[in-house]
């Protein structure tokens, strides 16, 4: 791919404001629960002019209606709440999981593209504002907000520490749960996606078509070729998985010596996934569809119709959800 179209590439604008996404003719329906518009920054809707052009993560524009949508990105699940960033709006709303009722938006930093659960608090990565803001899931009250690199939109916990992935800079860095920077590390071209896997930080190279594996320490213990517009990564026991958005495929990855166990095919524009026991989940934003993959042998076992452009995938014990960026809404079903 040119270097043209690479700078074009919006991770959460792309396909989401394209002129026509497709949703499977034989995919299954899902419930969807409408967000509403957020909580507004002063001024109107950060990145947001009043003719409708939003200022995409490379510097380039694209037109979209500026009442269609908050832009919701990431989602998370808390033990009690989902969580969606609103990113163009600097806020993230909470909804209850057990009935769907929205039950609070809190206020953020600049462009929240990135989520994660962890040590009794919900982080938020703002990718405009260079930090990453700590959450109080009970109530939404700010616990802290911490420096981070340039551009940070990834976000994974390795059981003590939080790892932030900065999409502009070409790092990582190491935060402690209380906010105490510890480090920032090398990566490879964009990272995006993060998980915790087999002892270490496996981080998706967005501008690379790798993948980095790094100690808890920092330090680069290998890199792996995958799919082009490595995106999102999700650990799966023994296995890690990576979305290629623009290849419509997932590579599954032994997580002991990083061997490719397969590249399977999904769907357009593979993004957020998520495994829940016994699946693997993955939004495909291009399609605007949910996929269920058996981990085992890579297949598609069933497809869901999502709202449109979705990019977030989560699961709370009993239903998988998924961030519609293009409708402000999220959309659930039962995972099994």
Aim: charged share 10%.
């Amino acid at each position: 791919m040119s270097l043209v179209k690479w700078k074009v590439f919006s991770v959460a604008v792309f396909l989401a404001i394209s002129v026509s996404i497709v949703k499977a003719q034989d995919a299954q329906p899902m419930s969807e629960i409408a967000l509403g518009s957020g909580t507004p920054s002063s001024g109107g809707v950060n990145g947001m002019t009043g003719d409708g052009v939003v200022a995409i993560d490379d510097g380039g524009t694209a037109t979209i209606s500026a009442a269609s949508t908050t832009g919701p990105e990431a989602i998370v699940f808390d033990g009690t709440y989902i969580w969606v960033a609103m990113q163009f709006s600097d806020s993230v709303t909470r909804v209850r999981a057990k009935d769907g009722v929205v039950s609070g938006t809190f206020a953020v930093g600049k462009r929240p593209v990135a989520l994660l659960y962890a040590a009794s608090a919900v982080w938020v990565a703002n990718y405009l504002s260079n930090n990453v803001t700590k959450l109080d899931p009970a109530t939404g009250a700010v616990l802290g907000t911490y420096t981070a690199g340039d551009g940070p939109g990834g976000l994974a916990f390795d059981g003590t520490n939080i790892w932030v992935a900065n999409r502009n800079s070409g790092n990582v860095t190491k935060l402690s749960k209380t906010g105490g920077n510890l480090g920032t590390f090398s990566a490879g071209k964009r990272p995006m996606g993060l998980a915790y896997a087999g002892g270490n930080i496996w981080v998706a190279n967005n501008f690379g078509k790798t993948v980095t594996r790094l100690s808890t320490a920092g330090a680069v213990v290998a890199t792996y070729p995958v799919g082009q517009g490595a995106f999102g990564v999700a650990a799966q026991g023994e296995n890690v998985w990576i979305s290629n958005y623009f290849d419509k495929t997932v590579t599954k990855l032994r997580v002991a010596d990083g061997f490719n166990l397969g590249t399977f095919k999904v769907g357009d524009g593979a993004a957020g996934m998520a495994y829940d026991g016994t699946n693997m989940w993955i939004a495909c934003n291009g399609d605007s569809t949910l996929v269920k993959v058996s981990p085992s042998s890579g297949t598609v076992l069933a497809t869901y119709a999502t709202g449109k452009g979705p990019f977030g995938v989560a699961f709370d014990g009993l239903n998988v959800w998924v961030s519609n960026f293009a409708n402000n809404s999220v959309s659930r079903t039962a995972a099994n």
